[in-house]
């Protein structure tokens, strides 16, 4: 099997015990993780009433069999069989309706759930979201963005606007049940009705490549005043940072996936004494490495493909230049 998938059903595993909730007494279950959003709880029922219906008629079934295996087994000296009943309505109409009745219920409490789940809020806090090989992009109404973390407010309709720059990926919260594609060329929308505060895992349910299984961000949610003071500071994430502190984070953010600083090799080439040298192209041209290199590599890296990598790096256009220039000095700092 993929690494990254048994990685990945790893994480699920681990998941049910990365929830902090912040009311001790609420936990998971066997199934589910907590139910941390209005969604969980309808979900759930429909799951655990298929999951009874399903037990009880096991149940049933297997204890009918096992009784008539038994009462007509063979028998030495017995070599005729009982007479079989006669046609009942009464048992036909009987095992027909409740079965009827039961499905009916199954496929109501769903079509409620999907209705539900489906059917956005049009006065919800707005997330525009982006994935992307192999990270997450949030932003903010206030232009603040993030990439490990995703904050919500408690108690607020909240809706998620989804693009993707390359692959599907899937955007999942287990303790929130909340779970869309993320499809390139199109937006996608989801919501979410926080109910509890903590700290919970939203992970990437489409397998996108490579480092699918690193596409964990951690969701904190958290009372109203916290998360309006939290965003505010979002907004100018460069604040009280050098060039090349302000470079170092938004690596560690977008880049780290693919791109090391200590010379091991990723999925692209490292940064780590690569300033001023000569890069080596896969149609046999060249260039040093400068700014006006790193600037074409970050709009269009296949127009620069190094020699030996593969052509796995979106193009990253709606980057600052403050962010351009960050990342120019931070490569500057690993030495050449």
């Known amino acids: 099997m993929n690494l990254p998938i048994l990685n990945t059903l790893a994480s699920l595993v681990q998941d049910q015990k990365v929830a902090v909730p912040s009311d001790p007494t609420a936990e998971g279950t066997y199934w589910f993780p907590v139910q941390a959003s209005t969604l969980a709880e309808k979900s759930d029922w429909t799951f655990y009433y298929i999951y009874w219906v399903s037990a009880f008629f096991t149940a049933l079934i297997v204890a009918a069999m096992v009784f008539m295996a038994i009462r007509y087994r063979y028998r030495k000296g017995v070599w005729e069989g009982e007479a079989s009943p006669g046609h009942s309505w009464t048992l036909e109409i009987t095992w027909s309706i409740i079965p009827f009745l039961l499905t009916i219920v199954m496929w109501w409490s769903g079509f409620k759930s999907y209705m539900y789940s489906d059917t956005v809020p049009p006065d919800a806090y707005t997330i525009q979201v982006t994935a992307q090989q192999w990270s997450w992009e949030f932003e903010y109404p206030n232009g603040a ?12 309709d909240v809706t998620f ?39 919970y895992t939203l992970f990437c349910t489409e397998y996108c490549g490579t480092n699918h299984s690193q596409m964990m961000v951690q969701v904190t949610v958290e009372d109203q005043d916290s998360f309006d003071k939290w965003v505010a500071a979002q907004a100018d994430p460069s604040a009280g940072l050098t060039d090349v502190e302000y470079g170092k984070q938004i690596w560690s953010q977008q880049c780290i996936a693919c791109h090391s600083n200590d010379g091991s090799v990723v999925i692209g080439p490292s940064w780590k004494g690569t300033w001023g040298t000569e890069r080596e192209f896969e149609d046999g041209s060249s260039a040093i490495m400068d700014e006006n290199y790193i600037l074409n590599s970050i709009v269009d890296p296949n127009s620069q493909l190094v020699k030996g990598y593969p052509p796995a790096m979106p193009p990253y256009k709606d980057l600052s230049q403050d962010q351009v220039d960050g990342l120019i000095a931070y490569i500057k700092s690993l030495g050449n």
């Open 161 to 199: 606007v989804m693009k993707s720059k390359d692959v599907i990926h899937g955007f999942w919260i287990p303790a929130f049940r909340v779970k869309k594609d993320v499809v390139p060329g199109r937006y996608t929308k989801t919501w979410a009705h926080p109910t509890m505060e903590g700290q």
């Open 145 to 156: 963005k993030t990439y490990k973390e995703l904050h919500l407010p408690v108690d607020t």
